[in-house]
């Protein structure tokens, strides 16, 4: 039922929620550093999970996703990554406030 995919889709929902209205962070963006950050992530990110399921390590239910593969992992997966980053910026700034 693709639940891999709506979980994606709720999760980006709750981080730009928390960004722009709950804790007012406004972070989320594209400001250079913002976008270094994120396509530095990325880049690890395709490696070292395309690696660990090429290795057999992890593997996704295709059910459970749209189908889209970057190389070999789902193309949710890559958002998931840069929401769980985008989370925890949000909180370290939230949390480093004066």
Same mark, same amino acid.
């Given at each position: 039922?693709? $639940?891999?995919?709506?979980?994606?889709?709720?999760?980006?929902?709750?981080? +730009?929620?928390?960004?722009?209205?709950?804790?007012?962070?406004?972070?989320?963006?594209?400001?250079?550093?913002?976008?270094?950050?994120?396509?530095?992530?990325?880049?690890?990110?395709?490696?070292?999970?395309?690696?660990?399921?090429?290795?057999? +390590?992890?593997?996704?239910?295709?059910? $459970?996703?749209?189908?889209?593969?970057?190389?070999?992992?789902?193309? $949710?997966?890559?958002?998931?990554?840069? $929401?769980?980053?985008?989370?925890?910026?949000? +909180?370290?700034?939230?949390?480093?406030?004066?």
């Amino acid at each position: 039922m693709m $639940e891999y995919t709506i979980s994606t889709i709720i999760g980006f929902v709750i981080v +730009l929620f928390l960004d722009r209205i709950l804790l007012r962070t406004k972070i989320i963006g594209f400001s250079p550093r913002m976008v270094y950050t994120t396509v530095v992530f990325i880049v690890f990110q395709l490696f070292f999970d395309n690696y660990f399921t090429q290795q057999g +390590l992890w593997s996704f239910n295709s059910a $459970e996703t749209l189908g889209v593969l970057v190389p070999f992992v789902p193309i $949710e997966n890559i958002f998931f990554g840069i $929401e769980m980053l985008w989370f925890a910026l949000i +909180l370290f700034s939230f949390f480093s406030r004066e």
